[in-house]
C-alpha cells in the first residue's frame, strides 16, 4: 500500500535528521563550559579537551587549531561579543542560559572574528546548538546569529560602543573587550596623565595586544642548553631568537614545545620572555660580599626557579626554592630535575620562613596576584577578577616582601616581581613596605634589561605586550644596606 500524497496545498512534514556532532566546535564548546561552570583555565582545560576528541572521534590538526581559535577568540572578545549578542536579543542578557550564551558567543566571534563564510558560521553553529542545547533553542541560536550577520565588526562596534568623546573607558571596554575597570586601572598604569601624541598613552595599543595571540617562547637553562643549540636543531623557518633574553627561542605559530628535544629532556622550558628577564636583572644586579646562596621564595610552578638554579650553579652559588602548595612544590621539584648545581626544594610559606634571618645573597618574589599582565595567555582571568581581589592580595604581597628583606643578609639583593601592572600591586607596595625602613636601598633595575626601550624614569621596571612582547612583568630590586 502506497502512502497518499499530501493534500493540495500542504507540504509533507520533513523527516527527522540527527544532528551531525562537529568535533572542533564540540571541544570548543565544552572548554567554554568548563571555563564558566567550574573556573577551569583554557590554557589547562584546552589540551586535555583536544586529546581526548583526538582519541574518541579522530580530531585532526586542522581541527585542533579551529577549536583553539574559537575557544581563545571567544574569551578575549567575549565583551565586545556580548554586546553584539544584548542588542540582537529580546530580554537582558543575564536572562539567556549560560549554555546557550556560549554557543552564541562562539558563532558570534565565527562570524566577525574570523574569515569562515557566514552561511557556513551560522549553518555549523545552528548545528552544534541542535546537539548540546536540542531543536528549539537552535531556533533561537539561529535567530540571533541571522541577526548578527547582518553586520561586520566595524559595523556592530559603531553600533554598540558609545562614542569615545562621550566615555572613553566604556568605548575602549567594548571596542577591545576589557571589563571598564580594567581598562581604567591599566590606563592609570600607563600614565594617563602623561599621554603621548595620541592623547591616549597607548592605552589602545596594549588592549590590542591583549587580544593577539602571544608567542609560545622557550628559555634555554644555562649549563644544559643553549639558544643557539635549540635554534640549530629545528628547521630555520620554525624559529627566531628571543628580543631581549639571551636564553630564549621564538617559535613560529603553530610550534610545539613538546617536539623540541632540549624540552623533553628538560634542559629547556616554555617561559615568557618577561619572566626570563626578571631572573636574569636578579642575577645580574651588583652584590656586595659572597654570592653563594639564592632563595626564590614563591618558586611555583617553577619556571624562574629553574632558571635562577641554572644561573647560580654557574657561579658556584645554590638556590633554595620555597613553595607554598605541595602540588605546586612538585611542579618546582620537575622544573629544577637535572640541574647540574645544588639545589633544595622546601614547602614553606615565605611569611612564616622555614630560614633563618639574613641568610641568602639574592632573593626573589614573584607574588601571587591579579594577573592583569598576563591576560593574552589567559583571557578568561579579565572576566574573573574583581577590583575587590586587589584587596586580598595587597596584605599577602606586603607580608612576602618583609620576609625577603629579612631574608637576605647585609649587602644582599632582593628582587620583588609581579604578573601586573596594577599601581596598587607594583610601586605602591614596594613603597609601602619601605615607609619607615633604614636597612633598604633601591637598586636602577633599568641597566640589567639593555636594549630595552620605554623603561621609564625608575628605579624599578615595568614590562609591557605592546612595547616589549612580553607580559607586564614587574620588577624592583633592592639592597640590604643592614
Not at 142 to 147: D, E, G, H, I, K
Not at 413 to 425: D, K, M, R
Request: proline fraction near 9%.
Amino acid at each position: 500500500m502506497t502512502t497518499p500524497p499530501p493534500a493540495r496545498g500542504r507540504r509533507a512534514p520533513r523527516p527527522y535528521r540527527r544532528p551531525k556532532k562537529d568535533a572542533a566546535r564540540m571541544v570548543a564548546f565544552e572548554a567554554l563550559r568548563a571555563v564558566d561552570e567550574r573556573d577551569a583555565y583554557a590554557n589547562l582545560i584546552l589540551p586535555s579537551l583536544l586529546r581526548e576528541a583526538e582519541r574518541r572521534s579522530g580530531l585532526d590538526r586542522r581541527d585542533a587549531a579551529l577549536a583553539t581559535e574559537l575557544v581563545y577568540g571567544a574569551l578575549r572578545r567575549q565583551g565586545t561579543y556580548d554586546a553584539v549578542v544584548a542588542a540582537c536579543v529580546d530580554r537582558p542578557l543575564r536572562e539567556v542560559d549560560p549554555p546557550v550564551l556560549d554557543v552564541l558567543v562562539l558563532g558570534a566571534h565565527q562570524l566577525l572574528g574570523t574569515r569562515i563564510p557566514p552561511h557556513a558560521a551560522v549553518s555549523a553553529t545552528v548545528e552544534l546548538a541542535r546537539v548540546v542545547l536540542g531543536d528549539g533553542r537552535a531556533k533561537f541560536v539561529n535567530a540571533v546569529l541571522r541577526r548578527i550577520a547582518a553586520r561586520d565588526l566595524d559595523g556592530w562596534l559603531a553600533e554598540v560602543a558609545p562614542p569615545y568623546e562621550k566615555d572613553a573607558e566604556d568605548h575602549l571596554a567594548v571596542v577591545h573587550s576589557h571589563p571598564r575597570w580594567v581598562v581604567s586601572a591599566l590606563w592609570d598604569s600607563l600614565g594617563r596623565w602623561q599621554p603621548d601624541a595620541s592623547g591616549r598613552a597607548g592605552i589602545e595599543d596594549l588592549l590590542e595586544a591583549d587580544n593577539a595571540r602571544p608567542e609560545v617562547t622557550l628559555v634555554a637553562r644555562p649549563g644544559r642548553s643553549t639558544a643557539d643549540e635549540i635554534r640549530a636543531s629545528l628547521p630555520e623557518e620554525t624559529t627566531a631568537p628571543g628580543r631581549w633574553s639571551p636564553y630564549a627561542v621564538r617559535l613560529a605559530e603553530g610550534g610545539d614545545p613538546a617536539a623540541v628535544d632540549a624540552v623533553r629532556e628538560n634542559r629547556a622550558g616554555v617561559q615568557d620572555e618577561g619572566s626570563q628577564l626578571v631572573a636574569a636583572a636578579l642575577a645580574a644586579a651588583p652584590l656586595d660580599g659572597p654570592d653563594r646562596l639564592w632563595l626564590d621564595g614563591c618558586a611555583g610552578p617553577g619556571g624562574k626557579a629553574a632558571l635562577l638554579a641554572a644561573l647560580a650553579a654557574g657561579r658556584g652559588a645554590a638556590l633554595v626554592a620555597s613553595e607554598k602548595q605541595p602540588h605546586r612544590a612538585r611542579l618546582v621539584a620537575r622544573a629544577l630535575d637535572g640541574n647540574p648545581g645544588p639545589y633544595a626544594v622546601v614547602t614553606a610559606d615565605g611569611t612564616r620562613p622555614a630560614w633563618r634571618p639574613g641568610t641568602f645573597d639574592r632573593v626573589l618574589v614573584d607574588v601571587p596576584c591579579s594577573g592583569l599582565g598576563a591576560l593574552r595567555r589567559r583571557p578568561e582571568a579579565r572576566w574573573r577578577r574583581r577590583p575587590d581581589d586587589l584587596a586580598a592580595f595587597g596584605p599577602l604581597q606586603r607580608g612576602l616582601l618583609r620576609s625577603a628583606l629579612d631574608a637576605a643578609r647585609p649587602g644582599g639583593v632582593v628582587g620583588y616581581a609581579t604578573c601586573s601592572p596594577h599601581l596598587a600591586e607594583t610601586r605602591s607596595v614596594v613603597d609601602d613596605v619601605l615607609r619607615g625602613r633604614t636597612d633598604t636601598e633601591w637598586i636602577d633595575a633599568r641597566p640589567l634589561l639593555p636594549g630595552l626601550p620605554g623603561l621609564g624614569d625608575g628605579p624599578d621596571v615595568q614590562l609591557w605586550p605592546h612595547l616589549h612582547g612580553t607580559d607586564a612583568m614587574y620588577l624592583a630590586l633592592l639592597r640590604r644596606t643592614s
